[in-house]
């Protein structure tokens, strides 16, 4: 990807997150801390974050957390477990010491007395993704939809459970019939990063008109109208991942483009027909200002 003014601002935006992290180890470094420090939007900042740095924000705080730990234990005699634990933003010594032996596989007065610097090199390998991927994305201006949503939350492995759910209501109340009306799908965070219980997502078919009582859960729903990045992906929908990454990673760095603050969204384009699933195709709606 060339080097633009506007990817060089990008990444001075995220240089500036990950000091401000290292300045800030004890403090308080929640996507919603750290989002306000880049200047990007919430909804977006954990992808944008993962893309960046190869891992989640939650794995790079605990990491560098872990680095100083291990450092202050090396280098300052006398520096205790607890000392270390509380500089690093540890809530309890015994917190640090799962984390660090999970990470090294030993405790950290094991480490602070023998420490092994090849495992813990390798242990502060941060990824950085460097391949770039051709791809179609197309900038659109979305009208408003109305949509009937139906709202899992939960595990991700139990999303299909939901989606059988809606199926029944779509076929009971014939109101958004699978021929004539799309489907969309809109995630409430990103599976690969949040606690699963903690995962929600909307399963929706569009309406033209109120959606009728019933004992299922379904509700109106409205999808607001606004410029999106639009990206095709082709293939199972469990891997949808694969198509989301790059245009955070890749294209919006050097876009010029701003996200808007609101979930992405999917329309599922081969839903209702005989289509192999690994031949689906979905198109990944990314809001823009």
Not at 16 to 32: C, F, H, T
Not at 56 to 69: D, G, I, K, N, T
Not at 263 to 272: A, I, K, N, Q, T
């Amino acid at each position: 990807m060339a080097d633009t003014p506007t990817l060089t601002a990008y990444t001075k935006r995220f240089n500036a997150v990950l000091a401000y992290i290292d300045a800030n180890l004890e403090g308080d470094l929640s996507v919603k801390a750290l989002s306000r420090v880049a200047n990007f939007s919430e909804f977006h900042f954990h992808r944008q974050f993962s893309a960046f740095t190869g891992v989640p924000v939650s794995r790079y705080v605990q990491l560098m957390r872990l680095r100083r730990a291990a450092h202050n234990l090396t280098a300052r005699p006398g520096h205790t477990v607890l000392e270390a634990a509380f500089d690093a933003g540890f809530e309890s010594p015994e917190a640090f010491s799962r984390a660090f032996r999970r990470a090294f596989g030993n405790s950290p007065a094991a480490f602070a007395k023998a420490p092994d610097w090849k495992h813990w090199h390798a242990v502060f390998a941060i990824p950085h993704f460097s391949r770039n991927i051709a791809m179609q994305v197309n900038i659109v201006e979305c009208p408003r939809i109305r949509v009937a949503a139906l709202e899992h939350r939960g595990a991700p492995s139990q999303l299909n459970a939901s989606v059988q759910r809606f199926i029944q209501w779509r076929q009971q109340s014939g109101q958004s019939p699978v021929a004539s009306s799309r489907t969309f799908g809109i995630p409430y965070g990103n599976p690969d990063t949040i606690a699963p219980e903690d995962f929600r997502f909307d399963i929706c078919g569009e309406i033209h008109e109120a959606v009728a009582p019933n004992d299922i859960g379904v509700r109106e729903l409205v999808i607001p109208a606004g410029r999106c990045a639009v990206v095709r992906h082709v293939g199972a929908t469990d891997h949808v991942g694969e198509t989301i990454y790059p245009v955070y990673r890749d294209w919006l760095p050097g876009s010029g483009e701003e996200l808007r603050d609101a979930p992405l969204y999917f329309e599922y384009l081969s839903v209702g027909t005989d289509v192999p699933q690994a031949q689906w195709q979905t198109d990944v709606y990314v809001p823009l200002r």
